[in-house]
C-alpha cells in the first residue's frame, strides 16, 4: 500500500522568511510519480510540480524549489522568501506507475497549512 | 477553457435526503475522477471514470453513492439517504492520457 506523510501540520513564518514542508512516502513500486499541490482558500487544488521516481535531480521555480531524495524518500519543498499569497494548505501526493494518476488516482498526505504573516 | 467546474458549490441538507453533484471537466479530457476532502485530511480517491466507463471505485464509495458519466462528457455523484459523516468537500478532476490531474472548486456538502 502507498502513504504519504506530512508530519507538519502548521507553519507559521514571518513574511520574507525561508519555508521548507516535509512530505515522506511510501510505496512498493519502482516506478511512481511524486506531486505537490498547493490549495488556498477558495478550496480548488492547484498542481505546483510531478517528478518520476527515476528523476532525482532537484528542481527551481522562481521562489519554488523540491529536493526529491529516493534514499530517504522525501520529496520535500522550500519557498524562499515567502510572501503573504503563499498562505495555503500545501499537499504532497503520490500515484503509482502513471504519470497522471492512473485508475487509483492519487494518494495525498494530509497537507501543511503554511501561514504567512506580514 | 474554463477548466473543471462543479455544481453546486455549496449544499446544505437534512439527513436521509438524496443529493447529487455535478462535474463538467475540461472538454478535450477523457478521464475524470471524484474525490472526497474531510476537514484537515488531504482529498480521499473515490472512483475512476476513462471517458464513459467507470474503471475503479474506492472501498470508501458505499452502496449509498453513485457516479454516472454518460456519454464520456459531465459526470454525476450521487449520495442517497445521506448521513452526517458524508458531510465533505467533493472534488471533481480531470485528465487527459499522462497529463496532471486539474481539479475543480468542489462541492461542499454539509448534512444536519
Known amino acids: 500500500a502507498q502513504k504519504v506523510t506530512q508530519a507538519q501540520t502548521e507553519i507559521s513564518v514571518v513574511e520574507k522568511e525561508d519555508v521548507t514542508l516535509d512530505c515522506v512516502y511510501e510505496?512498493?513500486?519502482?516506478?511512481?510519480?511524486l506531486f505537490w499541490y498547493k490549495q488556498p482558500p477558495s478550496g480548488e487544488l492547484v498542481f505546483l510540480i510531478r517528478r518520476n521516481s527515476f528523476d532525482e535531480q532537484n528542481e527551481i521555480s522562481g521562489r519554488y524549489s523540491w529536493n526529491f531524495q529516493k534514499s530517504t524518500s522525501s520529496f520535500n519543498f522550500t519557498i524562499t522568501a515567502s510572501q503573504v499569497v503563499d498562505s495555503a494548505v500545501y499537499f504532497c501526493?503520490?500515484?503509482?506507475?502513471?504519470?497522471?494518476?492512473?485508475?487509483?488516482?492519487?494518494?495525498f498526505g494530509k497537507g501543511t497549512h503554511l501561514i504567512i504573516q506580514p | 477553457d474554463t477548466g473543471v467546474s462543479q455544481d453546486p458549490r455549496h449544499k446544505i441538507t437534512k439527513r436521509g435526503q438524496n443529493v447529487t453533484f455535478r462535474c463538467d471537466p475540461i472538454s478535450e479530457h477523457n478521464r475524470l475522477y471524484w474525490y472526497r476532502q474531510t476537514l484537515g485530511q488531504g482529498p480521499e480517491f473515490l472512483t475512476y471514470?476513462?471517458?464513459?466507463?467507470?474503471?475503479?471505485k474506492s472501498r470508501l464509495l458505499s452502496d449509498r453513492f453513485s457516479a454516472e458519466r454518460p456519454k464520456g462528457s459531465f459526470s454525476t455523484l450521487e449520495i442517497q439517504r445521506t448521513e452526517q459523516g458524508d458531510s465533505a468537500m467533493y472534488l471533481c478532476?480531470?485528465?487527459?492520457?499522462?497529463?496532471?490531474?486539474?481539479f475543480g472548486a468542489g462541492s461542499r456538502l454539509t448534512v444536519l
Open positions: 510505496t512498493r513500486d519502482t516506478t511512481y510519480y
Open positions: 471514470f476513462q471517458n464513459e466507463a467507470q474503471l475503479e
Open positions: 501526493a503520490l500515484s503509482e506507475a502513471f504519470a497522471g494518476g492512473g485508475a487509483d488516482g492519487l494518494t
Open positions: 478532476a480531470s485528465s487527459s492520457g499522462a497529463n496532471v490531474l486539474t
